[in-house]
């Protein structure tokens, strides 16, 4: 069973940046769809950046600024966060689609389960 860690989060100024990491054991990410959400204050929980290496999918939500990334040796994956924003601030989880028959791409739709979770860590932009 694939668990995740995730580590990185704390406080930033504002236009300041952060590197998000999600250590995963158990699994290899690279057989996954995998994904940043973030639940921010007063929203429902959001899509940042998505992807599956085993097909090449990805999608951001800000390509401009945030970056997602695998480092396949050490099974982490990265959301590296850029140009931060007051309303960024929130929290941000990681999580991993289990393989399904005729799965590929990734998405964030509701409908689109996601089984394995991170711990979720605390992002907080402010001067």
């Known amino acids: 069973q694939v668990q995740l860690v995730e580590s990185g989060g704390g406080l930033v100024q504002p236009g300041g940046s952060l590197r998000l990491s999600c250590a995963a054991s158990?699994?290899?990410?690279?057989?996954?769809?995998i994904v940043w959400f973030r639940q921010v204050p007063g929203k429902e929980r959001e899509g940042v950046s998505c992807m599956r290496e085993r097909d090449g999918s990805s999608y951001n939500a800000d390509p401009g600024r945030f970056v997602m990334s695998v480092d396949n040796a050490k099974n982490t994956m990265f959301l590296q966060m850029n140009s931060l924003r007051p309303e960024d601030t929130g929290h941000y989880y990681c999580?991993?689609?289990?393989?399904?028959?005729?799965?590929?791409?990734?998405?964030?739709?509701?409908?689109?389960?996601?089984?394995?979770w991170g711990q979720g860590i605390q992002v907080t932009v402010s001067s």
């Open positions: 158990g699994g290899t990410l690279s057989d996954h769809a």
């Open positions: 999580a991993v689609r289990l393989p399904r028959p005729a799965d590929h791409g990734c998405s964030w739709y509701p409908g689109y389960k996601y089984d394995i």
